[in-house]
């Protein structure tokens, strides 16, 4: 393998057309005749909508049509959530795309405005006359569970989406009543916005004539959008082709098919010429999907020496006013079947309400469950060492799961792939130099200053998943990948895969995969994604499964091609095919490997098809659908350094280092760039971001002016390494890397915040950690002393 | 976010703007825009007309002139903090400045549309009013100069009257050895001013204070005055203990009902610890003198 194939850190060539604003968006793309839809959203969470009229909208300047929900009755269904829970009691509300008698979440859509310009589009919008009658608003996922609370859909009692649970290994409520000792905590998993750069836009062309539909749209899975849209909308699926362009981000937000979606599809079928629809910044605070949203009640129970023996919880999740594509496997699937974190723990209890709320509906959000579960793991393996004075170094130490290298069961009913957690934990605290900074700290608290250090430790499930246990756990779709290699007759190579990468970096990877399998220069190979009439079917781009799942079946369609071509190779240097050997794109038989034939070489031969061997088809290309046999577990242990200044309650982070093992780097700098993104976004959660509702279900941090993303002047250098521990199940060994820093750095840096404060006697602070509930968190424990 | 309908005016000189705004009285004055489009795009604003001044070169000058520091209205932040004059001569401004946003704010946002705009999480108003400047406002209402204390009326509003234009800032310069700095707690997603401390402190040849102007903004609808503060400094050595004790008085220029809060930070813990970042204002500023 040549050095700059796989595992290489060459630069991304999504790059230059990113950084040169060159890359065409859904809202760069005009087609002729094109209008433009403005969606109006109900200012209010919770009313009866009595009457609308829409008059004088439809005199204004430039204005088409405007539909509200009596002319969608009957054309387009309700947005169907895809992600139906088992064993849970699931009741989904049914979501109208365009509300019918009641909107439920500030931002639910009333009426659409189709016009010449957007501006008119959006002018005519005042003109709408809805009139309203007020509801009671509920907010909270644990109070909208309250008996009395405002209920928001008449069919569904109690509010109550599903109540789900996970039960394994031994008996929990023995657990409990037998341990040496028990920690509890009750942890806010607050709202969070996720700001992908691009905001949601949809571009709908439906041609009469031949009843075909061609969308754009900001999607992380334009195969799964194909398939929702052709049982919303009633197109066929085969006169329906969707694009995914240039995608400016996703994190969870671009998996769901939305209300927008399919009413810009819906103008654009009734009025018979393009229209798009690109949603305001406002619009897409209100109306894209959220992320977390948890109230956890969590205990865990330990011997005298730190040994834990259970593990019990249960959480409140709030799901928004209707349920998303995907949210019901959020909090369930993908966070309690991961309680038991890179811990033997021998019994785990837990129970998960998923309650509807005056809310902007909630989806996956970066990481998607697993930072929800490794926070409360991480949390309460901390406050165990605070109970038994023990270091969390140590007390992590003494729970691991020892080293594997092919499976382990947890008794959540996973298994987990391979995993070296002391390895991981080790490398960590060599590389940060922890002892040392144990001893800073106490000279620091001498002088009254408040550091902190915080460790997470962790394990995360992604790379979703078996298509088999799709089924099983009500996902209504599968979770193979697939990949279509195609050798021209010059030697270059199409890719054409479909996943749908959106910023990841796979254009790049997925070449350096072709490249170590067949020996081409990443240079002649290109990654086509993100159209469906020219990429085979596949799940999309989500739960770090692109290369996880994606590459696997790219690897496994190279050795197609490769198995082919030593055939034609064995044909055209008169050898046998058990003679011959392969190496770096060159074929030859056993011991002469000066006459030998290329890749190339085999590649044109193949294309021509002069001599072909015998019953050999014409061609250089494979594809393959790949179903993996496992998800991936990637893991890593990460280290947090915060001061606090006591006076302001302000919050310094001041180191960060990250061991990460995501088995095998295709490319290592892809993988760094992974991490830092990861990381600074769960350190968000920690320190900063949090969508608010006041209580009447209003947005507060409706803009940027108030919503805090992170900024790199609040961030130290983030120190990157990496054990290697291969997955036995994946062709190329490899995890995913997507979501993993996100998963490991919000506990990383809160117990950091809490190991700082211990001297002040505070043991829990509300995320986000900002300057005020630090300072009164450290007040209110002075007054309690 | 799409801004409701206006007419636009291009003005090339003061006197043209004036008699815009006199002929369409509905209009609003357009400078760097970076308070003024983000209302428009929100739509919480709906001028019929906007009538740009950015283009007049004459309101974007900092000069000095016979005891004053005289800053034309249209002058950038980023001019302000790169300006070797202020940097030495009126430390504060510079600095606050340079604490504005971030560089493409910085660039385009202008000292006279902030000061006109007067957002109480604005940082330019407290270190205006520090420096005992004077605001010169011409047009509608007649010319005049009008010093911080009547200009800054209350939340977001000024003397600046219908058809009037602020065209530039006085600042007085002091000959003795002096001191100025401004601290802010900035807002994590607006970076506006939390708190805002202006401090500027004058010295006689001894190192004992002569004179200290001491005030905050950010979390006051206007910029408020800490004169307990300032009486304190007056006469001591400027040493931490005393710059310490005097910050404590910090509590005093605050009437509580005036202190501002919001979901990220309440008007109780603002007025708490508002005085660390006046004690580091003072900090600075001692440091400075000599
Ligand atoms: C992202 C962001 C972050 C920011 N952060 C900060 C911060 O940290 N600290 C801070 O202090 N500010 C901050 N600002 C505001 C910034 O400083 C603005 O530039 C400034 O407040 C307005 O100046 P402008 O020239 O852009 O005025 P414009 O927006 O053009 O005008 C503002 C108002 O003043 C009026 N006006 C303008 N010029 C004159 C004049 N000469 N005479 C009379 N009236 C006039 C206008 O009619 C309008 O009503 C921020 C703004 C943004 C967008």
């Known amino acids: 393998m040549s050095a700059s194939t796989f595992g290489s850190g060459i630069r991304r060539r999504e790059d230059p057309r990113l950084i040169t604003g060159t890359a065409t968006y859904t809202d760069d793309i005009v087609l002729p005749g094109m209008l433009h839809a403005a969606m109006l959203r109900s200012p209010f969470a919770h009313a009866r909508i009595t009457s609308i009229d829409t008059s004088a909208a439809a005199e204004a300047p430039g204005v088409v049509a405007v539909y509200t929900g009596a002319d969608t009755e009957g054309e387009i269904g309700p947005a169907p959530c895809a992600w139906l829970l088992p064993d849970s009691g699931l009741s989904i509300a049914d979501y109208h795309c365009i509300a019918k008698d009641t909107a439920r979440y500030v931002g639910d859509i009333v009426a659409v405005v189709v016009a010449e310009s957007p501006h008119q589009a959006y002018d005519a919008l005042d003109l709408i006359d809805v009139d309203y009658d007020m509801l009671d608003a509920i907010v909270e996922p644990k109070e909208s569970a309250a008996e009395g609370a405002p209920q928001l859909h008449a069919e569904i009692e109690g509010n109550q989406a599903f109540h789900w649970t996970v039960t394994g290994g031994g008996d929990i409520g023995e657990a409990f009543e037998s341990a040496a000792v028990v920690v509890k905590e009750t942890i806010v998993q607050q709202r969070l916005i996720p700001n992908a750069m691009e905001p949601r836009a949809a571009l709908a062309s439906y041609t009469q004539a031949t009843g075909e539909l061609t969308l754009w749209n900001t999607t992380q899975n334009p195969h799964i959008v194909r398939f929702l849209m052709s049982l919303v909308v009633g197109i066929p699926e085969d006169r329906l082709r969707v694009i995914a362009p240039e995608v400016g981000g996703g994190f969870g937000s671009k998996i769901a098919v939305y209300p927008a979606d399919f009413i810009t599809v819906f103008c654009s079928k009734k009025l018979g010429v393009p229209v798009k629809w690109v949603e305001t910044r406002s619009e897409n605070y209100q109306a894209t999907t959220h992320g977390r949203d948890h109230v956890q009640e969590i205990e865990l129970a330990a011997t005298s020496d730190g040994k834990i023996v259970g593990l019990r919880a249960t959480v409140w999740a709030g799901m928004g006013a209707y349920l998303s594509t995907a949210a019901p496997g959020i909090p369930t699937i993908l966070h309690g079947l991961m309680l038991s974190g890179v811990y033997d723990i021998p019994a785990i209890h837990e129970d998960v309400y998923g309650l509807y709320t005056n809310t902007t509906p909630v989806e996956a959000y970066r990481g998607a469950g697993r930072p929800e579960a490794t926070f409360m793991v991480e949390r309460l393996v901390d406050l165990l060492a605070a109970k038994l004075d023990i270091d969390p170094a140590e007390v992590r130490r003494r729970n691991f799961i020892p080293k594997f290298d092919n499976g382990h069961d947890v008794v959540t009913g996973l298994t987990y792939d391979s995993g070296d957690y002391d390895g991981a934990l080790t490398k960590l605290l060599d590389k940060a130099g922890y002892d040392q900074l144990r001893e800073e700290q106490v000279e620091a608290r001498k002088q009254g200053r408040y550091i902190g250090l915080g460790l997470s430790t962790y394990v995360e499930i992604c790379g979703l998943g078996p298509s088999q246990v799709a089924g099983a756990i009500g996902f209504q779709g599968g979770l193979w990948e697939s990949a279509i290699v195609r050798f021209h007759p010059s030697g270059k190579v199409n890719v054409m895969i479909g996943a749908s990468p959106h910023g990841q970096g796979e254009e790049t990877t997925f070449a350096q995969i072709i490249a170590g399998e067949l020996g081409v220069s990443p240079d002649d190979v290109k990654v086509i994604h993100g159209d469906t009439d020219n990429t085979p079917m596949g799940w999309g781009t989500y739960g770090s499964r692109t290369t996880a799942v994606g590459g696997a079946a790219l690897a496994l369609a190279a050795r197609k091609i490769r198995d082919k071509a030593k055939v034609i190779a064995a044909h055209l240097l008169e050898a046998a095919v058990e003679d011959m050997e392969y190496e770096d794109g060159k074929f030859f038989v056993k011991g002469s490997p000066d006459s030998s034939k290329t890749i190339q070489d085999i590649a044109l031969m193949a294309n021509v098809a002069w001599n072909m061997p015998e019953g050999v088809e014409a061609g250089l290309e494979a594809t393959t659908f790949y179903d993996p046999p496992n998800f991936v577990f990637p893991y890593g242990a990460h280290l947090a350094r915060v001061e606090v200044d006591a006076e302001t309650g302000s919050v310094t982070l001041q180191r960060y280092v990250a061991v990460d093992d995501c088995g095998p780097q295709i490319n290592p700098v892809i993988v760094e760039g992974q991490v830092h993104g990861g990381i600074v976004q769960g350190i968000g959660q920690a320190l900063w971001e949090e969508g608010v509702y006041d209580e009447d279900g209003q947005l507060l941090t409706g803009t940027m002016l108030d919503y805090a993303i992170p900024r790199a002047d609040g961030l130290p250098d983030i120190e990157v390494h990496s054990t290697v521990t291969p997955s036995p199940h994946h062709p190329l060994g490899v995890k995913g890397i997507g979501e993993a820093g996100t998963i490991a750095s919000t506990a990383a840096v809160y117990n950091a915040v809490i190991d700082a404060l211990q001297p002040l006697g505070v043991s829990s602070v509300r995320m986000p950690l900002t300057p005020e509930r630090v300072w009164r968190s450290i007040q209110a424990a002075q007054e309690d002393n | ?290």
Not at chain 2, 36 to 49: F, Q, V
Not at chain 2, 124 to 137: D, H, K, T
Request: charge should be negative; aromatic fraction near 4%.
């Open chain 2, 1 to 290: 976010m799409f801004a409701p309908q206006f007419d636009y005016y291009r003005a090339g000189s003061v006197a043209e703007a004036a008699a815009l705004l006199a002929e369409h009285p509905e209009a609003k004055l357009l400078a760097g825009g970076h308070s003024l489009i983000p209302l428009l795009k929100l739509r919480l604003a709906a001028p019929s007309a906007l009538v740009d001044i950015g283009r007049i070169d004459s309101l974007r000058s900092i000069r000095e002139e016979s005891g004053t520091i005289e800053i034309g209205a249209l002058t950038t932040h980023s001019e302000l903090a790169s300006s070797e004059l202020l940097r030495s001569r009126a430390t504060a401004l510079a600095e606050a400045a340079g604490m504005i946003g971030d560089p493409a704010v910085r660039n385009r946002g202008t000292i006279g549309g902030n000061v006109a705009h007067a957002d109480p999480a604005s940082d330019l108003p407290a270190v205006l009013a520090c420096l005992g400047a004077e605001f010169r406002v011409t047009g509608g209402n007649g010319d005049r100069s009008v010093g911080a204390s009547d200009f800054f009326e209350g939340l977001m509003s000024t003397a600046i009257g219908e058809g009037d234009i602020l065209t530039s800032i006085g600042i007085p310069t002091v000959d003795s050895a002096c001191g100025s700095a401004y601290a802010k707690f900035a807002h994590p997603a607006s970076r506006y001013a939390v708190i805002g401390a202006a401090a500027a402190l004058v010295v006689d040849e001894d190192g004992s204070c002569t004179c200290a102007s001491v005030t905050l903004g950010g979390l006051v609808p206007a910029p408020v005055r800490a004169t307990a503060v300032e009486e304190a400094l007056v006469g001591t050595r400027l040493d931490a203990a005393a710059i310490a004790s005097a910050s404590g008085l910090t509590g005093d220029a605050l009437d509580a009902d005036d202190v501002l809060g919001d979901v990220y930070a309440s008007a109780e813990y603002r007025r708490s610890v508002a005085q660390v970042w006046v004690q580091r204002a003072l900090s600075s500023a001692a440091a400075r003198c000599g």
